[in-house]
């Protein structure tokens, strides 16, 4: 029987510091074997961590075809994010994964796709945009993102952004504008509302909790049906395959079921008191 | 052909196994591990503690991050065993299907049943007809009747542990599976359905967890509780890679429980922990395991400071 809470050694082949206390860490496994095996699904996690440290759930964000290596970006905000981020290349990180349900992939290709991303949202947004830049499925459907940041400094991505916009329109916006930015400033709500949506369009969108408060309502009110749009839910995890119950909401376990539901779905789930 | 003592049975048993029983200590009835049969109380009253304990450690190693990890040798018998406990097994067994750890465990462990009676049999009425059918063992004593006691057995193993003592006077049942035709049954999807209702009433869940104090003594006593966290222990010790990932149990009714870095908790109030408490029991483990989550045995009662009673959350449940 496989031991489902065995990580793997993965080698730190290359660190960006891509925002303040936010890295963007490349590795590989180091069974090679492992590595070329290794196929995931935008919007799916890893649980990464260090030995006598711990383990957290981060999400891919290298492309689905990229096979030589992962990347994941951490900002160092808790115990172990803040470990990781002290490691330099060369080190080692146990990684075990992908864990997760990913971004409704069969229906997107169906429909066009709006992307909503809110501060570090992007991560697992990432693989998505970039399989639709990079596929013919892509290339038939409209594609929309939106990004939302607190600031200039905290864009990741940025040297992305040029072939993105490439293949469809990303529009960014800033909660606080600062020198250099000449784009929109305000809540990622007001880009809709400035721009033109594409129609039959499945909504994609990660961010924290008060960006999904404002966001909701306005999608639904923009004529997007519940079951359509998709939102990626933090949870504390552990075991990250459905067991120890850390993460669960009703009948669900975000780890497992999740961490991507309908909104159609959440609107079952007990709300919080 | 001779005749079935238990005595008998446990002293075999501890030829071979580490034998776990109920003993009375300090005007307790505990589950612990036992060195001859005279130990092992004849009491049929529900011990304070259940199985748990000893098919799901409160901490044991999963992983070793510098070498393979050795299996552990187990071999033991969980004497007296009740019914309650046995459908709390099965949830186990479902639960861990997966898991090396428990499997390894739980392989190795032979299991003697015996019919005794929670405090309030009434609760859940769990003695349906036929319940030995719907239950895991390799041997089950029934002395609850006057007479002889009448021994059944639920498994190869437990037949050929009585035919080497040569009791050769019992029945053999075989398993039915955990739950008639694979569907839950009409009272506890009942129950699910009324837990259902209340699962969104603030008011509800206030007024029952108001005198809780979130010790956590229910999930360690309840038989069917397993939450658990994973901790690594051990690290790196100039770049060699070493240390070990243990599971350790943990309770819902902990801060730590769900919260996150960066400050989120998504299980912030006392309501919110003693719902999700319920939601566990009466839907997530109804829903996704087709078994009730709660076996009806009321250690959670029994161990409560404070004296939240299922019972009366239940019974308040079932009035929406």
Not at chain 1, 114 to 140: F, N, R, T, Y
Not at chain 2, 128 to 157: A, Q
């Amino acid at each position: 029987m496989k031991n489902p809470y065995q990580s793997y050694p993965a080698k730190i082949t290359k660190i960006v510091l891509d925002a303040p206390e936010t890295r963007a860490f490349t590795f590989r496994f180091q069974d090679a074997k492992r590595q070329a095996a290794f196929k995931f699904i935008p919007g799916q996690f890893l649980m990464a961590g260090l030995p006598g440290i711990g383990e957290i759930p981060v999400g891919i964000n290298s492309p689905t075809y990229q096979k030589k290596f992962l990347q994941i970006t951490v900002r160092g905000v808790g115990r172990v994010s803040k470990a990781i981020q002290h490691k330099t290349v060369g080190s080692i990180l146990w990684v075990r994964g992908p864990y997760g349900n990913g971004w409704p992939m069969e229906k997107i290709k169906k429909k066009n796709l709006v992307v909503i991303a809110g501060g570090l949202g992007i991560i697992p947004l990432k693989p998505l945009i970039d399989e639709a830049s990079h596929s013919d499925w892509g290339k038939k459907i409209q594609v929309q993102v939106f990004y939302g940041s607190r600031n200039f400094e905290n864009l990741l991505f940025e040297p992305q952004y040029k072939r993105w916009n490439k293949f469809y329109r990303t529009q960014i916006i800033l909660d606080t504008a600062s020198g250099r930015w000449r784009g929109e400033v305000g809540r990622i709500t007001d880009l809709l509302d400035k721009n033109q949506l594409p129609h039959d369009a499945i909504v994609t969108a990660c961010g924290p909790p008060i960006m999904y408060k404002f966001l909701t309502p306005k999608l639904l009110e923009k004529g997007f049906k519940a079951e359509d749009i998709y939102l990626s839910l933090e949870r504390k995890m552990y075991c990250a395959i459905g067991v120890c119950e850390h993460c669960a909401i009703g009948d669900k376990y975000v780890c497992k079921d999740g961490p991507i539901f309908s909104l159609a779905e959440i609107n079952q789930m007990p709300k919080a008191f | 052909m001779a005749k079935f003592t238990t005595d008998k049975l446990i002293e075999f048993l501890l030829k071979e196994y580490t034998v776990i029983a109920p003993v009375e200590k300090e005007g307790e009835l505990l589950f612990q591990k036992i060195g001859n049969a005279q130990e092992a109380s004849s009491s049929l009253q529900i011990p304070k503690n259940s199985f748990k304990q000893f098919l799901l450690p409160h901490e044991e190693v999963l992983f070793n991050f510098a070498e393979n990890s050795k299996k552990e040798l187990v071999s033991q018998a969980i004497f007296g065993i009740s019914i309650v406990d046995l459908k709390a097994l099965l949830l186990f067994d479902q639960m861990f299907a997966k898991d090396p750890h428990y499997q390894n465990r739980r392989q190795n462990t032979v299991i003697i049943g015996q019919c005794i009676v929670p405090d309030d049999p009434k609760f859940l009425s769990i003695f349906e007809e036929n319940v030995l059918e719907r239950l895991k063992f390799d041997i089950f004593i029934d002395r609850c009747k006057n007479g002889d006691p009448k021994i059944f057995t639920g498994s190869s193993l437990g037949q050929k542990i009585l035919d080497r003592l040569k009791f050769s006077n019992y029945e053999h049942i075989d398993f039915k599976g955990a739950i008639e035709g694979g569907k839950l049954d009409a009272k506890s999807q009942k129950l699910k359905e009324q837990i259902k209702k209340v699962v969104n009433n603030k008011k509800f869940w206030e007024e029952f967890a108001k005198e809780c104090i979130l010790c956590g003594k229910c999930t360690v006593a309840c038989p069917t509780c397993y939450c658990f966290d994973l901790v690594d222990e051990g690290g790196e010790i100039s770049k060699k890679q070493s240390g070990v990932r243990k599971r350790r149990l943990s309770s819902c009714f902990y801060e730590d429980f769900a919260s996150v870095a960066g400050g989120e908790n998504f299980l912030k109030t006392k309501a919110e922990r003693l719902r999700n408490y319920y939601i566990h029991k009466f839907i997530r483990t109804p829903e996704r395991e087709q078994l009730l989550g709660c076996v009806g045995c009321l250690r959670c009662f029994r161990v409560c400071p404070v004296g939240i009673d299922i019972r009366k959350i239940l019974a308040a449940a079932m009035k929406y």
